[in-house]
């Protein structure tokens, strides 16, 4: 399955720090799904305020760059 991103947000993700699920599964090009999976599995970090869960783009980063092969 391929997901198609506008140019608008990924100008949007470049300056943005903070990501909901949704966006942070857009941000690294990914379905709902399957960032629901990698989070469960790889414990990627997030921050829980009243409710709201939000991830770091550098967090995001760093994950990604720690599963390059």
């Known amino acids: 399955m391929q997901i198609i991103i506008s140019e608008e ?5 470049v300056q943005q720090e903070y990501f909901n ?14 960032f629901k999976t990698w989070r469960e599995k790889f414990k990627i970090p997030y921050q829980s305020i009243d409710g709201m869960i939000l991830f770091a783009r550098k967090d995001l980063e760093t994950f990604m ?4 092969r």
Request: glycine share 4%; aromatic share 4%; charged share 30%.
């Open 9 to 13: 947000a990924v100008k949007k993700a």
């Open 21 to 34: 699920k949704r966006e942070a599964s857009n941000y690294l090009g990914i379905s709902m799904q399957t």
């Open 65 to 68: 760059n720690e599963h390059k």
